[in-house]
């Protein structure tokens, strides 16, 4: 096997150990419930579209960067529920408009963001490592 098809395998497997927990989060009802579904669920967020673009992009720049850039779009995303116009108002009327954009802006969510980026960002580390083993 290739290095470039381990890193790819790597990052799938991640990404589909990655993407039902984000869901799950959401629907979680026991202990900690209100932190698993807006924290945790923040945290998974950041290292699925670190993992996703990784999917895209698997270089070693690209470990340092992509968590740079999705830390600042999600920041951004974050800004954006301050604004309500009615087009993403409708947006978020949708399951998958609430999950990609959110719907109520909260200071708090910049650190998950920022904890879930440096997560990606280690998680990419091991997955380009991984190359060298194999």
Known sequence: MSKSTTIGWYTI????????????????????????????????YEIFWCLFFFLLIPSRKAVNHIPLGVFGVTCALEVLQLWKSPFLEALRATFVGRTLLGTTFSWGDFFYYAVGCLMGWLWLRQIWRSRSIS
Do not use: I, M
């Open 13 to 44: 497997l991640s990404l589909l150990l990655v993407t039902p927990l984000g869901f799950l989060s959401k629907f979680y009802s026991g202990v900690a419930a209100q932190w698993v579904n807006h924290y945790a669920g923040d945290v998974l």
